[in-house]
């Protein structure tokens, strides 16, 4: 029996563009990056929830509302029916030791002049986990279970490859036993046969530990092999989200059907119509009205560049943000 | 008549040194690059990918000792003046580098950029250069070129820099390109432009690509030979639908299976045992042998060389991997 652990309910992020002297004087009103226009998702205890889209879309931006490291202006994140950002809970700490959060950049995550050892104990101790006797013992085991020697303790970060400093990160969000990961982009960073390791090790302490993992990454293959249900997003909305293999052998939106097709497969003969989207992503500053992918889509009516469209459940299908879904996919 | 290759790189070695330590970033690497070919040059990070590229263009002569020849069509340039060696870069050879974000002058206008090579290599004049920098940026797929000329690089997205520092490489119409890791930094919505982009060119102008990535996939859909690199040597080198499809070498095989793909989802996918070695220290026989699961007692000892097998394909390796299939599915 699953239990909904994470509730994201209409989360909207505007970041304000600090203007320029020029613009002051002229008195032109200040930029907005709409960041998060309204995502809405839900995560179930001890699933894996991969999150895809290009850079600039929003996904980081998610990841850290989550953590509570950007306050939201819209829209509310509850977990475990508890609201993440009300008064009387916003300084609870014990929140922040039940949901972690693992950094894409290796080589920025980690404080260089601390032992992979004080960090770990660091956040032992920070959050009183074990009575300070303990804290080698504790340090150790979580050591063994990434796979680090014990000797790591004593070696600074630089005196490590990028998979091994992932394997700290992941032992330091574990130190505080959570419940849910964020891992963010996680593993993009490495080369393919240590992004394997760094993968496995994930999903075999996801199993072990039962936790609830939050997967943001670009690498769709990657993405597809993790995940149980996948979301996809464009200029911070969801336009589809569903079970991640039906999303991926049959993705109903236009844009995950040319975002899933543009992964090259290593298959030399497989050559399949790969659809090119024109153009790149438009800005943040300025998101087109109505469907934000409709200066892109191939199918665009003139319903898409009016209406704003809103995710709906489809037969056989995820739920998807698209008027013309029906369309496109009968004619498929 | 056998035609003549564009590039041919022979036991091309570079060396850096720290310490008083010998680096040996590449040892041996030979290969060739005909008209309209696309290599595709694979490897973890560290593996020589990036250094053999540089090695060509004599950009790591200053850092490194660099030996072995490198002919370009027919005449060695590896002994090349400083002076006569800039008539080649850029001009016959181009080289599209890594980062987008780090290799153009941000204090430049793009514009400028572009009719700098235009300036150096051809004899067009000023209208002349400012129409072809314009005619390059529209094929790269720019909108507006012309406006977009007296632009900084920043007001560039990350996809349109790269898409500029391909215009400026290909804006003297190279006959070879050599492209490290031109996608890497980029979505997969814009590798595939670009990309398709790299192929249209090759074909219409005849002109040969290095591609040098660590993606399997993008080796598969391009590459008409791919060579391996590991620990600084090429270690299986073939047409890429004879290497791909049925890998040799332990490492090509390793590779292949830790790509996800075709596996059943949230199973433990394959990987390679251990960590690259470094450089300072490598092991005596071969540099693989101690990730390597199809190890006999002489690969401690003695270093496997690079010798043709069936068809092409070259490989370095004493007891190569037969069939993935049958053995390893």
């Known amino acids: 029996m699953t239990s909904t652990v994470m509730e994201i309910k209409d989360l909207a992020l505007e970041f304000k563009v600090s203007r320029s002297i020029v613009d002051v004087i002229r008195r032109r009103p200040g930029k907005v990056v709409r960041a998060l226009n309204g995502v809405s998702l839900h995560m179930e205890k001890g699933e894996t929830l991969g999150v895809v889209g290009e850079s600039g879309c929003g996904k980081s931006t998610l990841a850290r509302c989550i953590v509570r490291l950007y306050e939201p202006n819209r829209g509310k994140i509850k977990f475990r029916n508890q609201d993440i950002f009300a008064a009387d809970f916003r300084n609870d700490r014990s929140y922040n030791k039940r949901v972690q959060m693992m950094f894409q950049d290796p080589y920025s995550s980690l404080n260089p002049r601390m032992t992979a050892g004080q960090i770990i104990t660091e956040a032992l101790s920070v959050h009183e986990m074990r009575p300070p006797a303990e804290i080698p013992a504790r340090m150790a085991e979580l050591l063994d279970l990434v796979r680090l020697s014990q000797d790591a303790a004593e070696k600074l970060p630089h005196e490590f490859s990028g998979g091994q400093r992932q394997r700290i990160a992941i032992a330091r969000a574990l130190a505080v036993e959570p419940e849910v990961l964020i891992a963010d982009e996680l593993v993009s960073a490495l080369d393919v046969s240590v992004q394997a390791q760094v993968v496995n090790l994930l999903l075999e302490l996801q199993e072990r530990l039962n936790l609830t993992i939050m997967f943001v990454a670009h690498d769709l293959r990657l993405v597809r092999h993790v995940s149980n249900r996948v979301a996809v997003i464009y200029l911070g909305r969801i336009v589809e989200i569903g079970d991640s293999e039906s999303l991926f052998s049959n993705p109903a939106h236009p844009y995950s059907q040319a975002l899933l097709s543009a992964a090259p497969s290593v298959d030399p003969d497989d050559t399949s119509g790969a659809i090119r989207l024109e153009g790149e992503l438009p800005s943040p500053l300025n998101v087109p009205p109505g469907c934000a992918f409709h200066v892109r889509c191939p199918y665009k009516t003139e319903n898409c560049t009016r209406d704003i469209p809103v995710l709906r459940l489809i037969e056989n299908m995820g739920e998807v943000a698209c008027h013309n879904a029906e369309e496109i996919a009968k004619n498929a | ?329």
Request: aromatic share 4%; charged share 20%.
């Open chain 2, 1 to 329: 008549m056998i035609e003549q290759k564009l590039l041919e790189i022979e036991n091309l070695s570079t060396t850096f040194s720290r310490g008083g330590m010998a680096l040996p970033a590449v040892r041996d690497v030979s290969f060739s690059v005909g008209k309209g070919e696309v290599l595709g040059l694979v490897g973890e990070s560290g593996s020589g990918k990036s250094v053999t590229l540089r090695s060509v263009l004599g950009l790591s002569k200053r850092y490194g000792d660099v030996t072995g020849s490198v002919k370009w069509c027919g005449t060695d340039i590896s002994g090349f003046s400083e002076r006569k060696m800039r008539q080649v870069r850029g001009c016959e050879i181009a080289m599209i580098f890594q980062e987008p974000m780090t290799s153009l002058n941000p204090l430049l206008t793009v514009g400028l950029q572009i009719t700098e090579t235009l300036s150096a290599h051809t004899k067009l004049n000023g209208a002349e250069r400012r129409k072809r920098a314009i005619e390059m940026l529209d094929m790269v797929g720019i909108p507006s070129a012309a406006e977009r000329l007296g632009d900084y690089p920043h007001q560039f997205s990350g996809g349109m820099r790269q898409r500029v520092m391909i215009a400026i490489a290909l804006a003297a119409h190279p006959k070879l390109l050599l492209a490290d890791e031109p996608t890497t930094a980029l979505d997969v919505t814009i590798q595939a432009q670009i990309l398709d982009l790299i192929m249209l060119l090759a074909k219409e102008m005849d002109m040969g690509v290095v591609l040098v990535t660590h993606d399997l996939g993008v080796v598969a859909q391009t590459c008409r030979n791919v060579a391996v690199m590991y620990a600084g040597r090429i270690v299986e080198q073939g047409a890429v639908r004879q290497v791909l499809k049925s890998p040799h070498h332990p490492y090509t095989v390793g590779l292949m299976r830790s790509v996800p793909q075709d596996v059943p989802p949230r199973t433990q996918l394959y990987s390679v045992p251990g960590t690259p070695p470094s450089l300072e220290n490598l092991p005596a026989g071969c540099a693989f042998a101690p990730r390597c699961q199809n190890t006999s007692s002489n690969c401690k000892i003695e270093r496997p060389m690079l010798v043709n097998t069936d068809a092409g394909r070259k490989l370095a390796c004493f007891n190569p991997v037969q069939a993935l299939q049958g053995e390893l599915a």
